[in-house]
């Protein structure tokens, strides 16, 4: 059984990331349950999606201590979620903290970066991300999702191979966001190895 | 039979249309409205779909489809159902001919919601079966079941699925047939009028019913009792999903897993009660089957003691997780409870909700703070996403009660305290749904109240379902749209103008003329939801002339404009260009970009 979490701000598609992965699973002949943050946490609030691949699950929540892979999409949020990480557990996280306006309100200077610090004192299995930075090259703020399934994939975390990720995008996406998205697994891919 | 990966809700509308339901009507309401959205999109052709004005007018019209032999399905949030108790008490004598559910999806936490009400209650009000599934596979079978209960019997039931499994998704066996439903027609019978009498005779019908129903439950498929010992947990819903979870298959005790909380299946309950020394209930919002449980005890002189949200076992507020039913489950069955110790975690940023980069809403919100600046007045607020108003630095919501409430709350609270003015703000779907009737109240009943309606073009909160002023319908059909400044007019509001919120100046003055007007004024704030428009050229600040006074950050609170080591940046991925930042600075210091 495998347990993923994606970790997030409301807006940077996790609820996506989690189908594809889910889909993929499924396509594999194995089971899979998710559950979503949907509603109000959409505009920018902390959004959380749990996937569970296996056959014996009966939980949509992963209980804490019990996920093998937490996928940040905001470092924040990945150290957020900490505590449902197993031991051992893997974190791959984008680097890009996504500030929240209390933060510019109240002048506290969240950049991101102490929690990445914190990430690398606590965490032995982790893959940092210049997301960002793949996201711009690609032209697209809105890839930022596939990006990290990418990397996590090629960094073999995910259980899942990136042809099967990628079969899965071809069938489930619209055909004018295929290609795009296809260069985002890729790229995702390419920058975990380096890193 | 295909397997197929589905999120409750969706689950939910494929067991319809399997179930060969014909009629679908509700009102968009987070966590159940993918259902409808999922009936049209697979629609076959032969079902007709609606999202109606609000859930009264949905139950309503699929009451109408049922009388006339048409398998009916409404779906609504459970806040919902308070504005539909009306017909859903009376249906509940008159009952109906073609099977008609009722979703009503309940929140627990809340996640999106203003209350934790549990619609099992409902179930017990209003005399009807309830059924609670637990998985959104089982929801799919359950949904099935449900039109053949209501058909069985005469009667409307409710189906009340929650978040975690609305929004919870599962590989799932979806069956390609279709079961047949021939709607007969209307026939005319003194049945479907409502009268004092028969009103009597039916109330002896439904209660003579409940016992039957009760021992019919008993044997219900997804009524299940597993297990032995002297201990026995009981539980529903989702709570069962925790429940099986933390048991893991290896404990020594009975399970009862409940389904229909209403009318509850006593038979079963008592084959679990019976040799037992003590229960734990599990089960999320309220203390329902708790209740049941200690009630049949008492009935039957049976010596079991039974622990729940009653006791203090059970939290009784907010929604169960693994590990709340884990530490429940420990302590009551006497086990060693997991010791791992999670690591203290560094000061992380706070993350309220707020308005999209470029939102309308904001500059609407702004405009009306600018043009009150320095006078009494106060803001009520209604339900959408505009109810995000609240956070600093607009900080313009300053009531938000239910659906429509904003108008009303406005009066009461000009009567008594006259020398304020009381602006009420809306939103257009929420206009529609109950607004107008307060309208009505301010104009006949001449209280002064300042309407700022947020039309947006959509109902933004939910996911962009149309409404009667979009001039389109579920079914993709153009219909005539609904002007909401031909309604004010026609309800004699006095002075009523439009503006462009993105246009300060504009929408400025609007506000300043609609409170000089006096009476019941209004102003109708138009322009779409970022969701709905295309991004326009983007700004960005010029470091040069900006001063760091930061009067962008202070007053307007886009999620755009960051901070980044002391200076003032646009967010180039989240800026959706409606220049509003730019007319607030006043060193011009935002511009538009080129690219
Ligand atoms: S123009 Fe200014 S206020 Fe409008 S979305 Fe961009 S940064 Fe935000
Ligand atoms: S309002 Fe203008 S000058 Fe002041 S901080 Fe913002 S961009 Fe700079």
Redesign the pocket.
Known sequence: MTNCLLAGVGGQGTVLASKLIAQSAMNRGLNARTAETIGMAQRGGCVVSHVRIGNEIHSPLIPQHKADLIIGFEPAEAVRCLPYLKENGAVIASIKAVKPITAALTGSGYSGEEMTVFLKENVKNLYLVDAEAICNQLGSAKVLNVVLLGAAAGAGLLELTLEELKKTICEKLPERFIELNCHALSEGAAAVRKG | MSKQFLMGNEAIALGAIRAGVGFVSGYPGTPSTEILETVAKNNPGDIYVEWSTNEKSAMETAAGASYAGARSLVTMKQVGLNVAADPLMSLAYIGVKGGMVIVAADDPGPISSQTEQDTRHFAQFSKLPVFDPSSPEEAYEMICDAFDYSEKYGTPVLFRPTTRVCHGCASIEVSEERKKVAPEGFAKDSRWVIFPRLTYQNHLKVEARQPVLGEDFSSYRFNRLTGTGKKGIATGGISYAYTCETLNGSENCKLLKIATAHPFPEKLALEFLSGLDEVLVIEELDPVIEKELTYLCGKHHLNVKINGKLTGHVANAGENTVESVTAAVDSFLGRAAGTEPSKELPALPVRPPVLC??CPHRASFYAVKQAMKGKKAVFSGDIGCYTLGNAAPLDMVDTCLCMGAGITVAQGLHRIQPDAVNFAFIGDSTFFHTGIPGVINAVYNETDIVLIVLDNSTTAMTGHQPHPGTGRTMMGEISEKISIYNVLTALGVSHVSRANPLNLEEAVSAVKSAVEAGGVSAVIFESPCIAVTKPQP??QVNAKKCTRCKKCIRE?G?P??VLEDGAVK?EPSL????????QVCPFGAIERSEN
């Open positions: 980069a470029g983007l700004y307007l886009c755009a404009v646009i800026c959706y260009g409606c220049s509003v930042c730019a």
